[in-house]
């Protein structure tokens, strides 16, 4: 009887310290600053690194919520910097809606890339957000695809300077645009996967 005391209470002291455990460890990721070598991997590896790192373009735009992101600034180097293959069909349409068609870079996204990459960095669909800037692209309703027909890229480095935890696993980052000025604060929540965009607003 009393080995069975015991193990009942080595049971419950195990318990307790794996609560504990799990309690503190959860405090570490919702509070506090990162460190400098913290800031090093979000300036190197979560951000920057070549112009076809999706995660800046997520910085392109200004929204207080994810469902009101430009999606034409978003999207306006492609997904991933990839450009897409464009039938000789697809184009020719585009030539009817714009001559520089064939003598500039074209742009393909389809609906379901773009669904995608929302879902994946911010938890929301498409059909979710405010579509702003949507019109701004050309539209294939046969392709199910949008389009820019251009010459240049909005893509823009930036320079992470601090970052606070806070309460449910928000990261808060501040960080400078290396081709426009002042501060910039982007929200991020933390996941199993990585973590989706919240927000991305210019200080005051």
Do not use: H, R
């Amino acid at each position: 009887m009393k080995i069975l005391t015991k193990v009942m209470d080595l049971l419950a002291l195990s318990v307790i310290l794996s609560f504990m455990i799990l309690m503190f460890s959860g405090c570490q990721m919702a509070s506090g600053t990162l460190s400098e070598k913290e800031i090093t991997v979000f300036n190197t590896e979560f951000f920057n690194g070549d112009i076809t790192n999706m995660n800046n373009m997520l910085l392109s735009s200004e929204y207080s919520q994810p469902d009101e992101i430009n999606l034409f600034e978003l999207f306006y180097n492609g997904v991933g910097g990839a450009f897409g293959e464009v039938s000789e069909d697809e184009l020719s349409m585009l030539t009817e809606l714009c001559s520089d068609a064939p003598y500039l870079d074209i742009i393909k996204i389809t609906a379901n890339e773009m669904d995608a990459f929302l879902q994946e960095k911010m938890g929301i669909s498409l059909a979710e957000t405010k579509k702003t800037g949507l019109d701004s692209f050309y539209y294939l309703e046969q392709y199910d695809s949008y389009y820019l027909i251009k010459g240049d890229s909005n893509f823009d480095w930036c320079m992470v300077t601090s970052g606070t935890w806070e309460s449910n696993n928000k990261l808060i980052l501040k960080y400078e645009k290396e081709y426009e000025g002042g501060q910039w604060v982007v929200i991020l929540q933390k996941t199993d996967d990585g973590y989706l965009f919240i927000s991305n607003q210019k200080a005051d």
